[in-house]
């Protein structure tokens, strides 16, 4: 019998549902909505301090809430790229670079909302798991603190999996399980998704004995705040659903370790102070990285150990193998200030895989309209780099946003490729004159064009809007993943 996910016969993961504590009797089982197993207050703020916060560095100062960044030298539940936790498509906004995520967060941005069930349809283990998922919606913060305390009082061991400080990880978790849940009767989208979290929570050292810990956690927190719909049927779905999707995410993480590291290695050979706060870095990877133009990849640095961030590749693919990123320096950013004001040639940085499909379709003569704000140009330029090496004389509009003129860092190179390109066409859109969206909808109509969006979540949100509205399918618009952008300002 298959589960709600497809593919193989569940076989419930060794320790589910879950383990009791010290404290409880062998084979004792609490009344529904009772929870004798929860850490005591003192012990859920120990779990989650486990590990001192790094003090940042003096150009380090404490970040509003939007920044994606930790800032704060605490450990609450939330934070930087860690394990169990993934996004999808990204690159660079106006700015910063977009972030990455930790384990058990998720976006799978491509999927049409449409497409996402309601909480009474679908199969009987999909209804009973979105209906857990309503009920402790208004709970977030509590249901995710609860689960980290019980993972970490559970498996400390587990602890150094993360960041030292882990605030912007705090919603990433009920996310990922609303993306699951929204998806769970559409094995193609949710397979695609958790394979791809599969193979980039390698980087973080998670294998596949870590896997029954966090579902007992997961288990645990559910039952102690959904109260009204939880019992014996729905704790069974959701273990049901919770042995697909990690056997999902095992299977392909061990799929990828034959062909591929868990990360690469990559030195800094050059180091562009474009402005102020903005530079080009180009690395050398100790290995081949393949990847496509408008992907991005997850990047460590020496100085934030175990805080990834997102960062979209500025080029094609090159012969000599360099990678080249835009990033922006942002207030209380550690990565992103670390890179912009410290890194120098000769430092070597981290890479995790590559991923993301904002890629260009080559199955089709459609021209491309981009549009790039801030640092969001750099996976622009690299789709405009990948038409030109492959020699067709497909349309591409550009149009690149920014706040100000001194904003366009990059216009040189794309007017550049503009002279040696007739089919290229680039319009510098300054914020503030016009909106760039408005812009876009004046020079159409784009009905015989893909559109590829890259930058700040609002530019991103209200672009869709004005496509849509003068008729271009949702399935030919690419964008960064919102969610991730949310979180992106590092």
Known sequence: MSGPL?????????????????????GARAPRGAAPHDPAPETVASAVQAEPAVQAEPAVRAQSASQ????????????????????????????????????????????????AGS??????????????????????????????????????????LFPAAMEAQRDRLLRALLTAAEHMDNPEVLTDYLQHL??????????????????????????????TTWDEETEAAWVRTYTQISQIMIDAAAENERHAPAWWQAEVVSHDLRTPDIAVITVRPDQPYPFLAGQYTSLETPWWPRIWRHYSFASAPRPDGLLSFHVKAVPAGWVSNALVHHARPGDVLRLGPPAGSMTVDHSTDNGLLCVGGGTGIAPIKALVEDVAERGARRPVEVFYGARTDHDLYDIDTM????????????????????????????????????????????????????????????????????????????
Do not use: C
């Open 6 to 26: 497809g593919g193989r016969p569940a076989t419930v993961a060794p320790g589910l549902p879950r383990r009791p504590l010290p404290d409880e009797a062998p």
């Open 415 to 490: 007017l550049r490729l503009q002279q040696s390109h007739p089919w290229l066409e680039v319009r510098a859109i300054i914020d503030g004159k016009t909106q760039l969206p408005d812009v876009v909808r004046e020079y159409g109509p784009w009905n015989e064009y893909d559109a590829y969006l890259s930058g700040p979540v609002g530019m991103i949100r209200s672009g869709v809007d004005a496509l849509r509205g003068v008729g271009v399918p949702y399935e030919r618009i690419r964008h960064d993943s919102l969610e991730e952008l949310v979180a992106a300002a590092d």
């Open 119 to 160: 909480p009474d349809t679908g199969s009987p283990d999909a209804v009973r798991v979105r209906r857990t998922l309503a009920e402790v919606a208004p709970m977030a913060d509590k249901v995710t603190s609860y689960f980290y305390a019980l993972l970490f009082t559970r498996t400390p061991e587990l602890r150094a």
């Open 198 to 227: 599969g193979r980039g929570h390698r980087k973080y050292g998670t294998d596949a004995s870590h896997y029954p810990a966090v579902g007992e956690a997961l288990i645990g927190a559910l039952s102690k705040y959904a109260t």
């Open 68 to 115: 994606a960044e930790p800032a704060v030298p605490a450990a609450s539940p939330g934070a930087a790229e860690t394990p169990f936790d993934a996004r999808w498509p990204d690159a660079g906004s106006l700015d910063a670079a977009p972030s990455d995520a930790g384990p058990l967060d998720a976006d799978p941005s491509d999927a049409d909302p449409s497409e």
